[in-house]
């Protein structure tokens, strides 16, 4: 039986590109969208000057790379969440304990908005902004079968995160579970 050897130079590239996906959310959080470049990716992920530009065609590449990342991370999470939820208050509790820790990383989740947000703007990106909220549509039925409820699920979630960005206290997962509870008991 013949077993499938890893090459190293193609793990090694993978990785690097993971780093500088890694980097450049670190920039956006940073200094917004306007900050990416080429370079400053590559500084940022400690990589020769010329390593995003190898990877990475353009900053819209760059980019997308980016979004992607972040939105098919936050849907396998709320996937995972919807999977386990049975309808029932526990698994509320546990969204609620999820979006406790995401405010609580407001570096990672201001990159998000910045590249959510970016989408808004160029339709070429709405792929990966689609799947995210198709799966706080999927956790939402899970409770729901009103289409009317689970539009506002997918509202209440983006505004709560957005809101938790523009505090200096961010929401608790007790604060977060009332408003839960209410949209969707």
Avoid at 40 to 50: H, I, K, L, S, Y
Wanted: glycine share 6%; with cysteine.
């Amino acid at each position: 039986m013949h077993t499938p050897q890893t090459d190293g130079r193609l793990l090694k590239g993978e990785l690097r590109r993971q780093e500088l996906i890694e980097a450049t959310l670190r920039v956006v959080a940073r200094e917004g969208v306007a900050g990416v470049s080429h370079r400053a990716v590559a500084r940022e992920a400690n990589q020769p000057a010329t390593a995003a530009a190898y990877y990475f065609r353009s900053i819209d590449d760059l980019l997308t790379a980016a979004l992607t990342v972040c939105m098919d991370q936050d849907a396998e999470r709320m996937r995972l969440l919807a999977e386990r939820a049975d309808g029932s208050p526990e698994g509320i509790t546990a969204l609620a304990e999820l979006l406790e820790k995401v405010v609580g990383r407001p570096g990672r989740l201001l990159a998000e908005y910045e590249l959510y947000l970016l989408a808004a703007r160029r339709p070429e990106l709405r792929g990966p902004t689609r799947h995210w909220l198709e799966a706080i549509a999927a956790y939402a039925h899970r409770y729901t079968d009103s289409p009317v409820r689970v539009q506002v699920f997918k509202g209440v979630i983006d505004g709560l995160l957005l809101q938790g960005l523009l505090t200096d206290t961010p929401p608790t997962a007790a604060e977060f579970e009332t408003v839960l509870r209410h949209v969707l008991l």
